[in-house]
């Protein structure tokens, strides 16, 4: 098997199994409780704390921890809401291409009473900083753009549209999950005010996360109960999982430069090879892009049907987001960059790791080649378009 779907989840890494272990056998306490087994659990918790804090640039009080990035992203949303109602501001900027945690959440403040600005990002699929200055008002409350994008791995400018906000007095959420543990991120340097992170993106265990919470910025919880995570998140920690997640973090952080490098050199074969089919398409800039991310169009293709041939070949590959993946509505990012209907209805998402090798990737590339042919050599529209009575897209 070829695995080539590491944007909807990464295997966990023998590192933070590793690191887990110890926390289902042995120490094992509730860190709410006032024993001894209960207290070594709670400095093994406060540990990781301030061991992610570190790892991205804040402080053990700013980092909260969750059940992944939708939570995450939802409690920064909320929360940066609450704070704007009361100081009578309701407008919220984000961009069409986010992942739907921020959209529905986004959809239901709308349908509460704010206003929401969804901006452009053209057929590079990332967000002019421009814009973004250009939409803020006296009313804003929350800029939310995502530092990299889950479908098309474009990384956005998330530095310089930071610090306008930081210029104009504006919170700036990042939902940065499919970003943490493939770059360098330092949310003092890069002017956020909250951060999503998901561990299963970069080799730690599903079902957790975090959120940074610059300090100042008030939480509202969304979880009632207990006062675990400073009143702001209820509900006895997963110390195994959160252990795992850090472990992985400090694992995907090591020797960073030399794992992109490598990536890079693969999506790029990837990239090469792929494009050589005709009436194709690389959705996303070329080179503002995750290094593992390469996402393609093919006109006369259905996304579906590929992606079980794939799995027939022995390669798991995705259309784009894993969220949405029953659906059968086009991806509202494809859209969004100019991709019509029946283009977008035939993408490719290849996300790879650095297990991968260049043996698989020119494995991949000959056996795309041969799906795409094999499917198109049995479409009606690919025929209809070869003979003239319809006009190519791509």
Not at 116 to 131: A, C, P
Not at 286 to 296: H, Q, T, V
Not at 349 to 356: C, F, I
Not at 383 to 392: N, T
Request: charge should be negative; proline fraction near 2%; glycine fraction near 8%.
């Amino acid at each position: 098997m070829i695995y080539l779907d590491n944007a909807a989840t990464m295997r966990t890494s023998e590192v933070a199994i590793d690191a887990m272990m110890p926390y289902m056998r042995t120490i094992y306490g509730n860190p709410s409780s006032l024993h001894s087994a209960g207290q070594q659990a709670n400095e093994a918790l406060f540990s990781a704390r301030e061991k992610l804090a570190a790892l991205i640039g804040a402080t053990f009080k700013e980092v909260y921890f969750t059940s992944g990035g939708s939570e995450s992203d939802n409690q920064a949303i909320i929360s940066a809401a609450r704070i704007g109602a009361r100081k009578g501001k309701k407008h919220i900027i984000s961009t069409k291409i986010e992942h739907h945690a921020v959209l529905h959440t986004l959809e239901k403040l709308k349908n509460n009473g704010f206003e929401i600005t969804l901006l452009d990002v053209g057929e590079s699929g990332i967000v002019s900083v421009e814009d973004v200055k250009n939409a803020i008002r006296d009313d804003t409350i929350l800029v939310s753009v995502m530092y990299a994008n889950n479908e098309i791995g474009t990384v956005q400018p998330i530095a310089e549209i930071g610090k306008i906000c930081r210029e104009k007095g504006v919170l700036f959420h990042t939902d940065a999950v499919q970003a943490v543990g493939h770059l360098k991120i330092d949310v003092q340097t890069d002017n956020i005010d909250l951060m999503s992170i998901s561990a299963h993106k970069f080799g730690g265990p599903k079902g957790v996360g975090a959120l940074y919470a610059r300090k100042g910025v008030l939480l509202t919880s969304l979880i009632e109960g207990g006062a675990q995570e400073n009143n702001k998140r209820a509900g006895t920690e997963n110390l195994p999982a959160i252990v795992g997640m850090v472990a992985a973090l400090e694992k995907s952080l090591d020797d960073l430069d030399r794992k992109n490098a490598y990536l890079k050199k693969l999506r790029d074969m990837l990239i090469d090879g792929i494009l050589e089919i005709p009436h194709s398409a690389l959705n996303g800039d070329r080179e503002k892009r995750l290094s593992n991310n390469a996402s393609f169009c093919f006109e006369a293709i259905e996304g579906e049907s590929l992606l079980l041939l794939l799995s027939d070949k022995g390669i798991c590959a995705s259309s784009g987001s894993a969220c949405t993946s029953g659906s059968l509505d086009p991806s509202h990012v494809l859209l969004a960059i100019g991709r019509v209907h029946d283009v977008a209805h035939g993408s490719l998402r290849l996300t790879l790791s650095v297990d991968n090798t260049m043996e698989e990737v020119e494995y991949v590339i000959a056996q795309v080649k041969w799906v795409v042919e094999y499917l198109r050599n049995m479409s009606p529209v690919w025929r209809d378009l070869v003979e003239g009575k319809r006009q190519f897209i791509l």
